[in-house]
């Protein structure tokens, strides 16, 4: 078994620079299910159709980016003891900014706006390209000691890969280049959901899952492999006759992942934990999609496979995959994490404010556990309420997309009455006579 990281908590930056990134997330999640509700649900659930791009990137670039974002700039220094120096620059812009983006996506694919692919890439590549660039001066001082680690010192290029293909496929669209289209838009999911999503959700996972879960340590091995044996096949990917290779391979090693990921979630300690199942059905989310990403793109031989299934099947498996990746692969693991590192960092940051001898309230009592209980209810529901849409996209559209944006909004109602926890408590300890060193004087009865 591998050592146990040295966190520096003196490192970590100030609450407004983690929750001006993390806590406007819930209610953008919540933004893409009223999308889907609401949104032209035509060609449902096709991959390509116009309110599946829409609500993708809405939920990518408006709820998870922002969140990934926020959590480098929090583990760099406290994991890697390295601190991001501009983060307290970008973040305040990070969340509105990738909104921005998200929206600019969503008409141009919903309505065909041109302005809004405009809009989108010179966005992205103001504020992502701000976010790489301070990424990447810090990661070059990091020592890689684990898989957390060497996620934290590479990061910051899985981004600039995803956004670089991304603001590439918009200037196509807006009509800046022309670019092969469909090859670079297979690079661009690729790096999305497995060069940046998973390996993040891997990296991090090292560190928190038996941090906050008591699961066992990542051996030695999985310290050592993870994520470059995602990252390498990606790389490989990038000429078109590597692709076919380069795609299985990336499925082989996540089914590998995904795998040794749930036997040790399924052993954790804490499996009372409303966020233990969120983490469990994770894991088996990104198995699945795995092993039906392999069998759809395995040419030849899987042509026997494929066709012993209804056509209607074969049909969904890219709705199937996409789902289970975003949904229950990204979605579910940030819920999780979030309810676990927003009243740690409130109970953090109270302790650094509080004088010595004085209590702190624990992390459950900031957010007790049983408040989480509904929402990863809920969130799961969901979950399930979107793999069942294609069997009747009319009826089940709407009803998935209001449990989705129910689940995050309940969410998002929960971490403001964290923070609200947070300024209730330091509003107390400020204004206490001993926090001003004013001797306190007992009044008589």
């Not at 807006?174 to 999911?189: E, I, M, P, R």
């Not at 699945?288 to 899987?302: K, Q, W």
Request: hydrophobic share 60%; charged share 10%; with cysteine.
């Amino acid at each position: 078994m591998s050592g146990v990281n040295i966190l520096n908590y003196e490192l970590a930056p100030s609450p407004a620079t983690i929750f001006g990134c993390l806590l406007p997330a819930p209610w953008l999640g919540l933004l893409a299910g009223l999308l889907l509700a609401f949104g032209p649900a035509s060609g449902l659930p096709d991959r390509f159709a116009p309110l599946t791009l829409a609500v993708t990137h809405s939920l990518v670039l408006g709820m998870l980016m922002p969140v990934m974002i926020g959590a480098l700039f929090q583990l760099m220094p406290v994991v890697a003891g390295q601190t991001v120096a501009a983060a307290r620059f970008i973040s305040p812009f990070v969340a509105i900014g990738s909104a921005l983006i998200a929206a600019g996506l969503a008409s141009g694919f919903l309505y065909g706006y041109i302005c809004g692919f405009k809009l989108a890439a010179g966005l992205a590549f103001l504020l992502y390209g701000s976010v790489v660039c301070a990424l990447l001066h810090t990661a070059w001082r990091i020592q890689v000691v684990d898989a957390t680690t060497r996620t934290l010192r590479w990061a910051g290029v899985a981004i600039a890969m995803v956004v670089a293909i991304g603001i590439a496929l918009a200037g196509n669209f807006a009509g800046w280049w022309s670019v092969d289209v469909l090859h670079w838009l297979n690079l661009h999911v690729a790096w999305g959901l497995v060069g940046l999503i998973a390996t993040l959700v891997l990296g991090v996972g090292s560190t928190t899952v038996p941090m906050f879960w008591q699961s066992a340590r990542p051996s030695a091995r999985w310290q050592r492999v993870v994520p470059t044996a995602l990252w390498i096949p990606l790389v490989l990917a990038t000429p078109v006759f590597f692709w076919q290779w380069a795609l299985l391979t990336g499925c082989v090693f996540m089914l590998m992942f995904a795998s040794i990921a749930l036997r040790a979630i399924w052993r954790a300690r804490r499996r009372f934990d409303p966020a233990w199942q969120l983490w469990l059905v994770s894991a088996i989310s990104w198995a699945t999609a795995a092993l039906l990403t392999g069998v759809y793109n395995a040419g030849d031989s899987a042509n026997s496979i494929l066709a012993a299934l209804p056509a209607w099947l074969v049909q969904v498996f890219p709705w199937w995959i996409g789902v289970l990746v975003l949904v229950g692969g990204a979605v579910l693991p940030v819920n999780a994490m979030m309810g676990k590192i927003i009243p740690f960092l409130v109970f953090l940051h109270l302790r650094r404010q509080t004088p010595a001898g004085r209590r702190v309230p624990a992390m459950q009592v900031i957010l007790p556990p049983q408040r989480l209980l509904w929402q990863a209810r809920l969130v799961l529901l969901a979950l399930l309420l979107l793999l069942l849409l294609p069997l009747a996209p009319t009826a089940l559209t709407t009803f998935a997309g209001l449990v989705f944006a129910a689940s995050q909004g309940l969410f998002g109602a929960l971490m403001l009455m964290t923070l609200f926890r947070y300024r209730r408590e330091l509003h107390t300890v400020l204004m206490r006579p001993e926090a001003n060193n004013i001797p306190h004087i007992p009044q008589k009865n």
